[in-house]
């Protein structure tokens, strides 16, 4: 069992590049693969960003819609996820959550096995 605490949303302007950040619990934490999801209102929750565990290599991957804006990185000594956010956009706004999957590999579309709480970024024009 592993518990995710998201941070470093809020209200931001167009253009603004934050980081939010993971952080989990537990003792084995460069063993999960992790992801990034996000849900604007009224929209299905989408996936934003996902980074394999450290025996898989930590590869990265990206939505289209995020691809060149956003990095998804790790720090496993400080058992935390984040997620750097360049120039954001309006329609960047959504709550975003984090995520761990026991697997671990690269290239998983399963499940994911734990979930943060979210945290809200509003992007203002």
């Not at 450290?54 to 790790?74: E, L, M």
Request: a positive charge.
């Amino acid at each position: 069992q592993v518990q995710l605490v998201e941070s470093g949303g809020g209200l931001v302007q167009a253009g603004d590049s934050p980081r939010l950040s993971c952080a989990a619990s537990g003792r084995t934490f460069s063993r999960y693969g992790l992801g990034w999801f996000r849900q604007a209102p009224g929209k299905a929750r989408e996936f934003v960003a996902a980074i394999s565990a450290s025996w898989a290599g930590g590869v990265t991957y990206y939505a289209d819609s995020v691809k060149g804006r956003f990095t998804i990185s790790r720090a496993n000594a400080k058992n935390t996820v984040y997620l750097q956010m360049n120039s954001l956009k309006p329609e960047d706004t959504a709550a975003y959550y984090c995520a761990a999957h026991e697997s671990g590999r690269t290239n998983y579309t399963g499940a994911y096995d734990y979930w943060g709480q979210g945290t809200q970024v509003t992007v203002s024009s």
